[in-house]
């Protein structure tokens, strides 16, 4: 299933010493919860090398590039015809804007770490609060994704899996896919 529109998250303001933990959290969420990639505005192998190896593991074709440069990112991306939707408790509500994004081509989702830089105010197309409150990116996205994919995000499979959770009512089954044998784990 192709969920539309394509989304793909810019993380910017990742600090190695500080920020890795969440950082692969916003990795695993967004290829979980329908995006096809995502930007690391930082230079840190280990995270992104983290988040693809679960892509590997999992199944599908999501993607970490790590070490970009974010403008330029976001530049090249709007030039492809692609929008930008930055996530802050600052910008218009969630629920007010969601309808617009949904009828986008691409979307590139913009969550930060530390302080934004003022300029990427301007450069988004969309500012977007979950909620005008402090709390986290990942929560922000989370919500984000589902709004825009209306729970569709959730039904999406992952074929080319090498491991594949089967859901369990107590326990858990696990099933490893190896060249078409399959053994539960
Ligand atoms: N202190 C930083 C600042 O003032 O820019 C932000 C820290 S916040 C934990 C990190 C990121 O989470 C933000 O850049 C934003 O992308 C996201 N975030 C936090 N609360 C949000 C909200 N209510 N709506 C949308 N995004 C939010």
Request: with cysteine; hydrophobic share 40%; charged share 25%.
């Amino acid at each position: 299933m192709n969920l539309k529109p394509e989304s793909y998250i810019l993380r910017i303001g990742h600090r190695p010493e500080r920020d890795q933990r969440v950082t692969t959290h916003v990795g695993l969420s967004s290829r979980a919860l329908g995006a096809s990639g995502m930007y690391l505005a930082a230079d840190d192998a280990k995270v992104a090398d983290s988040i693809t190896d679960v892509a590997a593991r999992f199944g599908g074709t999501f993607f970490c590039e790590n070490n970009v440069k974010w403008k330029s990112c976001i530049n090249q991306f709007k030039k492809s015809g692609g929008k930008v939707v930055h996530l802050t408790m600052y910008g218009l509500r969630l629920q007010d804007v969601i309808a617009d994004i949904r009828k986008e081509e691409k979307v590139m989702i913009v969550v930060g770490a530390e302080k934004v830089p003022g300029d990427l105010y301007e450069l988004a197309d969309y500012n977007v609060a979950v909620a005008n409150q402090p709390h986290s990116e990942i929560s922000a996205l989370a919500l984000c994704l589902d709004h825009l994919y209306e729970g569709r995000e959730l039904d999406l499979a992952f074929p080319d899996a090498e491991l594949e959770v089967l859901p369990t009512k107590i326990g858990k089954t696990t099933i490893k896919h190896e060249h078409g044998n399959e053994e539960e784990l």
